[in-house]
């Protein structure tokens, strides 16, 4: 999907709280995706939707057959579905 942006990428950073705050002071704009946990002081900046053909992101959850820590994997992987559920929620 070409919409004739030219890219400058002049720096990286780790964390959408940063890249917000970067695009808050006027340093630039970033693609990101929307957070399913919104942070606690939201930054006034323009967002705008990549429509019905943006990327999607697939997560998955890694561990050793023989783990012996199943409640706990068992527990982190219900707090994904939970959240991601609650942002589906949200967006439709």
Do not use: C
Not at 13 to 22: G, K, S
Not at 36 to 62: E, F, I, M, Y
Not at 79 to 84: H, L, N, T
């Amino acid at each position: 999907m070409s919409k004739r942006i030219r890219v400058t990428e002049t720096m990286e950073l780790d964390t959408p709280e940063a890249i917000v705050t970067m695009v808050h002071a006027n340093l630039g704009v970033s693609i990101m995706p929307d957070l399913a946990v919104k942070p606690l002081h939201q930054v006034p900046v323009k967002r705008v939707s990549l429509g019905l053909n943006a990327p999607t992101r697939v997560l998955g959850l890694a561990y050793a057959e023989n783990q012996i820590k199943m409640r706990a994997i068992d527990e982190i992987f219900s707090a994904f579905d939970w959240v991601i559920q609650n942002a589906s929620d949200r967006s439709s």
